[in-house]
Nanobody, 124 residues
Framework: QVQLVESGGGLVQAGGSLRLSCAASGRTFRWFKMGWFRQAPGKEREFVATITWIIGNKYYADSVKGRFTISRDAAKNTVYLQMNNLKPEDTAVYYC?????????????????WGQGTQVTVSS
């Protein structure tokens, strides 16, 4: 069984920074992609950023480009999301997701493995 465990969420003022981590454990997969989605109250879960595991291609939602950076440590089976210049509209539960398949890089349907989520709250 695969486990994705997120950490690093919290409360921060607008303009501040947070770094999220997601560690994969359990059944070993050769991931194709590993990334982050978020869901604010009353809204659908949306794509934030993802990285392809072998080559390291990075994809970002327009709303976070230039502020968020995704990276990975293959040896630790861990993906990170550095979030800078946070805005109140970034407030959401952030979910780590991973999948060994190449399809649906930007879509929730493209990921079969999910973490439990970590809350990020940005105050104005």
């Amino acid at each position: 069984q695969v486990q994705l465990v997120e950490s690093g969420g919290g409360l921060v003022q607008a303009g501040g920074s947070l770094r999220l981590s997601c560690a994969a454990s359990g059944r070993t997969f050769r991931w194709f992609k590993m990334g982050w989605f978020r869901q604010a109250p009353g809204k659908e879960r949306e794509f934030v950023a993802t990285i392809t595991w072998i080559i390291g291609n990075k994809y970002y939602a327009d709303s976070v480009k230039g502020r968020f950076t995704i990276s990975r440590d293959a040896a630790k089976n861990t993906v990170y999301l550095q979030m800078n210049n946070l805005k109140p509209e970034d407030t959401a539960v952030y979910y780590c997701a991973a999948d060994p398949d190449s399809v649906g890089v930007l879509n929730t349907d493209g990921y079969n493995y999910w973490g439990q989520g970590t809350q990020v709250t940005v105050s104005s």
